[in-house]
């Protein structure tokens, strides 16, 4: 008896569908994840001297990412470390809580402090080995969209290397 009166609420259940339950609530659609991924234009677009203060010198290094994507992106977390000569000078973590949006473009600054007398130091070893009056540096970057699912694995590695005149260097006083 029992099973007859289950198959038969079933039965009554399939056949009325829809119009048995009218004021039960609509399930809200879930957000798609996006079919096409454009990689982020992304530049070491300059670095520059802004600066002498107590017995530092003061860069800034400018970062650019452009979206190409349909959807925003956030800004990449920024790991980065400054060579000069291949010594390690300086590192760190950079990270803005900031979203890029669809074909937009954002520029971040990293602010990198160098000990002048360790860059005079080595600038004047460096003279004194190649008879160079420039002083090669790299800015190597990793970059990392660690809030971003299908990115949060992949590291976008950006370098610029260039030199800076030792007549430009605060401080380095050498015979010409």
Request: charge should be negative.
């Amino acid at each position: 008896m029992r099973k007859t009166m289950f198959l038969s609420l079933s039965l009554l259940l399939v056949l009325c569908g829809c119009d048995f339950f009218p004021s039960l609530p609509s399930i809200p659609s879930i957000p798609s994840i996006p079919t096409t991924f454009k990689e982020p234009n992304i530049s070491l677009s300059s670095v520059e001297v802004v600066g002498v203060s107590l017995g530092n010198v003061n860069l800034v290094a400018t970062v650019e990412v452009e979206n190409p994507n349909s959807y925003a992106l956030p800004m990449p977390k920024i790991d980065w470390e400054l060579f000069v000569t291949d010594i390690s000078f300086d590192t760190g973590i950079v990270e803005e809580n900031i979203s890029i949006g669809s074909g937009e473009k954002y520029s971040m600054d990293i602010p990198i402090s160098l000990n002048q007398n360790q860059l005079i130091s080595t600038a004047l070893s460096h003279y004194a080995s190649t008879g160079s009056r420039e002083l090669p540096y790299t800015i190597a970057t990793k970059l990392q969209f660690t809030t971003v699912p299908f990115l949060a694995n992949r590291i976008f590695p950006l370098n610029k290397t260039d030199s800076i005149p030792l007549s430009q260097i605060p401080g380095l006083d050498l015979p010409w």
